[in-house]
């Protein structure tokens, strides 16, 4: 069975830095073709992509927001870490860990977090 | 970066109603698009990849089309479970994108 779980604080002030751990386990991200992504949800808007890593280190970021995010794993923990660094208000949502797993030549999220919502408020 | 518009954006349907979303992407994306659904406070659930492939599990109701830049999700007859929002997602190219979303409501 595949899960994945968001931790981290649900609030933050701004000018802080965000840290969230994702702990999964069902999967290894040693496995080829494997990676764990961060996607964010504001309140009552749409699924933002923020950034992506992969089983052979790879790493993507969203271009709005590279300068801002850094995304690590930890395979012997079956965890991977999100920071994002001089929090506002704007960034307040649902951040979900996402697995993205390769179907019929291109890779998709399969398997999803339940979402931790972090709020960032002085 | 590749743009995904969906429309509409709200839609109201019954029980057994035959319901189209549509995806149009702002380039061709061959089939690389999938689809999601999302019930108020949970995650979203991939419903179809490579446009058209049911995910395992998932009701055969569910089908998708399409390909380049426009993509199609039917539901063939609109069950209680279905109401929800509907998000289009390219993989083709980076950064990832999803559409802006299909909320799915009871008449």
């Known amino acids: 069975q595949i899960t994945l779980k968001e931790s981290g604080p649900t609030l933050v002030k701004p000018t802080q830095t965000l840290t969230l751990t994702c702990t999964f386990s069902g999967f290894s991200l040693n496995s080829g073709g494997v990676g764990v992504a961060w996607i964010r949800q504001p309140p009552g808007k749409a699924l933002e992509w923020l950034t992506l890593t992969f089983w052979d280190d790879e790493k993507r970021y969203s271009p709005f927001l590279k300068s801002r995010l850094t995304i690590t794993k930890d395979t012997s923990k079956n965890q991977v870490v999100l920071t994002m660094t001089n929090m506002d208000p704007v960034d307040t949502a649902t951040y979900f860990c996402?697995?993205?797993?390769?179907?019929?030549?291109?890779?998709?999220?399969?398997?999803w977090g339940q979402g931790t919502l972090v709020t960032v408020s002085s | 970066d590749i743009q995904l518009t969906q429309f509409p954006s709200f839609l109201s349907a019954s029980v057994g109603d035959r319901v189209t979303i549509t995806c149009r992407a702002s380039q061709a994306i061959s089939s690389s698009l999938a689809w999601y659904q999302q019930t108020p406070g949970t995650a979203p659930k991939l419903l179809i990849y490579?446009?058209?492939t049911l995910q395992s599990g998932v009701p055969s109701r569910f089908s998708g089309s399409g390909s380049g830049t426009d993509f199609t999700l039917t539901i063939s007859s609109l069950q209680p479970d279905d109401f929800a929002t509907y998000y289009c997602?390219?993989?083709?190219?980076?950064?990832?994108?999803f559409g802006g979303g299909t909320k799915v409501e009871i008449k």
């Open positions: 490579a446009a058209s």
């Open positions: 996402v697995r993205r797993l390769r179907f019929a030549s291109t890779y998709y999220f399969d398997s």
């Open positions: 997602h390219q993989p083709y190219s980076y950064p990832l994108t």
